[in-house]
Each structure stands twice: as structure tokens, then as C-alpha cells.
């Protein structure tokens, strides 16, 4: 820190000078990451509740109410009348919030003291964060030839000390859908916690069904989905951080409580205790703007986009990974390695990531990815094959 004050202007060009040096995401290279630029709404609402403490509900009464309606509508697009969660900031706290719920309550109905997750391998890295911290052992389960989780794995790593079963609903390396559905049933017929990480697909699977879409059920309309982690700030469109995680039972928030004797409420099942409200007040207003009509017709002109990429990369020879469910793209070249593909394109300016279950060049048509951007890319494609 400075010894005396700095003006204010010289403060805001040295700032400038190094956000200079980020990726924009309206150029259109930027094309293996989950977000994307916010709708200028929601950051016009984010601004006005950036004072707003969620972790003391009492002194914000009306944030908080706007944080439980987020979460009612989200629930409604997952099929729950009745839904409980939170906005945190992202799928990682989420998805740390929901292996806490399994672990507790297996540890209070079950009395597991040394217990086990059962993920698969496609799984988000989110889940080993969760198992250091909570001192649990990761079970992987195997993918089938799609790609997908195994459920015969599933059932074969079952023991005794298995606190929950997690599926994805929306991969994060090639935007896959597990079946969920069959594996609803095995945790019920169980008794074992099941959570679905829909961090990215959540918020556009309800939405592509919605038009027409032939998309498997992952949500709490199965009986044996115990919680849903969905990302506003991904496809929703609105600002990082907006994470959501989705309770059937409010019973998983209370195992999770801890007292909070100094603040306005008696007791706190978040992973952190100070919350910024804004973001559960853009969530509310960009989902207000949009409906569910908008975000259908967005997720329609991603699907667009994403199979006029999928076939530029047929006619040219690429060898795709998979037929997309979801708007991502994975592919190679049929006679050179990855990662010299990825080093190509980097030369050329565009900003991929290459996936590791299978290696391949990994492509996520967000909101910031034009019908132009994808021409120029397979335009460079072409030069390079």
C-alpha cells in the first residue's frame, strides 16, 4: 500500500493497463470455458446490491426473500414444488455443500464414520476438493463406451460405507448427460444419497426439452435425486459468482447447520458466512427477463451453432469424439497429437482446452461464440488440416 492517497484517475489507467492483458469474451476466442460474458441487465441489478449480506438475513430481509424466490424458480425448472438451497458462488461450493449434506446425514442416520463417494471418472475436479475436505474416500466408477457412467461399476463399488452417489448432468469435458434416471433407482433401492451435478447443463437441458429436445430426465422429477447443483452464471447469463445448489429436503440444509450466535439468525448451513446478495438478485432479475421462452430460444441458437461446428468438422475430416447432447464439441485431427493441434490453434490466436477423458480438443459454444467466430475457426481448421 501506497504511503499517501492516489488520485483516482491514475488508479483507474493502471487498472486498465492490466485488464488489457485478459481474453474479451465478445472477440469470440475464448472457446473452452463455461461462462461467458453476463447480460448487461444482470450486471446493472448486481451493482445495486453489491452492499447486500446474505449471511445475515435479518438486517436483509428483502435480498433474502429475493434468494428464496431465485431458488423456487430454479426448483420449478427442476420439477420440486418445494425446494431448498442456496446461491453460492459457483458449482465447486455447491457440490462441496452437497457431499457435506451426504456425509452428515450418514453420519447421523447411518452412524458412517469412514464414508465413501462413488464418482465417475468424467467427474468435476470440484469432488476431490470436496473429499479433502471432508475426509472422505473417492470411489471412481468406470464410463461406458459413451462416455457416460457405468451403472453396473456403480452397483459393483456399493459398500457399506457409501454416503452418496454422484452423476453429471452436463459433463464438463464433453457435455454428456450420465443416466441418471437408472441410477435414481439404484440409490433408492440402497438408501444412499444421490446428487446430480448440473452445474453446467441445468440451465439449459430444461430449456432444450422444453422445444423438443430428446434429453433424459435428471432432475427431482426421480425420485431418488436428493440435490441438483445448477450454475446461473453459465448459461443463465448471469455475473461469476452464481452458483445454485438444490435440496429436495430441507432436512440436508439442518445437518449441516452450525450455530451463529452473533448474527440475526440462530443458525448457518452455508460453507461461508459473509454472502454478497447481488448475485442472487441478478439471478432473480436476468431469469425474470428472460423466462423461460428467452432462454429457450438461446439455448436453440447455441444448439445451432454447436451442430453447424459439429458438421463443418465431418466435411473437413476431423474426427469427433461424440454426437454433442449439449452444446460442446470435442474433436481431433486423424493424423496429428492433441496437443500439437492445440498449439496450432493457440498460434492463431484462439483460446481452446484440451480435454483429458479422451484427450481431444474441447470447444464450448457459449453465448459469446458467434455463427462468425465458428466459420473463422473452421476456416483456420481447414488451413491447418
Not at 448459461?235 to 452464481?242: C, D, F, Q, Y
Request: charged share 25%.
Amino acid at each position: 500500500m501506497d504511503e499517501k492517497p492516489i488520485d483516482k484517475e491514475i488508479i483507474l489507467e493502471e487498472l486498465s493497463e492490466m485488464h488489457k492483458l485478459d481474453y474479451d469474451y465478445a472477440d469470440g476466442r475464448i472457446l473452452g470455458s463455461m461462462c461467458t460474458e453476463a447480460h448487461p441487465f444482470a450486471k446493472e441489478v448486481y451493482f445495486k446490491f453489491l452492499d447486500t449480506n446474505l449471511g445475515d438475513p435479518g438486517l436483509f430481509k428483502g435480498t433474502n426473500l429475493i434468494e428464496r424466490k431465485v431458488i423456487e424458480s430454479i426448483g420449478e425448472l427442476l420439477s420440486i414444488e418445494n425446494p431448498y438451497g442456496n446461491i453460492v458462488t459457483g458449482g465447486t461450493e455447491a457440490n462441496l455443500m452437497a457431499i457435506r449434506a451426504a456425509r452428515n446425514h450418514a453420519r447421523k442416520y447411518k452412524g458412517i464414520t469412514d464414508g465413501e463417494i462413488i464418482i465417475p471418472a468424467s467427474a468435476h475436479f470440484s469432488f476431490k476438493k470436496a473429499a479433502d475436505m471432508l475426509n472422505l474416500k473417492i470411489v471412481e466408477a468406470d464410463l461406458d463406451d459413451n462416455y457416460k457412467i457405468d451403472v453396473e461399476s456403480v452397483k459393483s463399488l456399493i459398500s457399506d460405507n457409501t454416503v452418496a452417489i454422484v452423476a453429471i448432468a452436463g459433463t464438463t469435458e464433453l457435455g454428456l448427460i450420465d443416466p441418471i434416471e437408472e441410477l435414481s433407482k439404484v440409490a433408492l433401492e440402497n438408501n444412499i444419497y444421490f446428487h446430480v451435478d448440473a452445474a453446467f447443463g441445468g440451465f439449459i437441458i430444461p430449456f432444450l426439452r422444453r422445444i423438443g429436445f430428446d434429453l433424459p430426465v435428471f432432475d427431482f422429477s426421480l425420485e431418488g435425486v436428493c440435490s441438483i447443483t445448477v450454475d446461473p452464471h453459465k448459461m443463465g447469463l448471469a455475473p461469476i459468482p452464481a452458483g445454485g445448489i438444490i435440496f429436495r429436503e430441507e432436512e440436508y440444509l439442518q445437518v449441516m447447520a452450525v450455530d451463529s450466535p452473533y448474527l440475526t439468525v440462530k443458525t448457518q448451513s452455508t460453507i461461508v458466512g459473509t454472502r454478497l446478495g447481488a448475485s442472487s438478485a441478478a439471478t432473480y432479475a436476468i431469469m425474470k427477463y428472460f423466462g423461460k421462452e428467452g432462454y429457450s430460444k438461446l439455448a436453440e441458437e447455441l444448439m445451432e451453432t454447436t451442430k453447424f461446428f459439429k458438421e463443418g468438422l465431418d466435411e473437413l475430416g476431423y474426427e469427433v469424439v461424440c454426437e454433442p447432447e449439449l452444446n460442446i464439441v470435442a474433436f481431433n485431427h486423424p493424423d496429428m497429437e492433441t496437443n500439437v493441434l492445440a498449439e496450432k490453434l493457440e498460434k492463431l490466436g484462439w483460446k481452446i482446452s484440451v480435454a483429458k477423458c479422451p484427450v481431444a480438443i474441447r470447444v464450448v459454444l457459449m453465448n459469446h461464440i458467434k455463427l462468425s467466430h465458428i466459420k473463422e475457426l473452421l476456416e483456420d481448421l481447414k488451413e491447418i488440416f
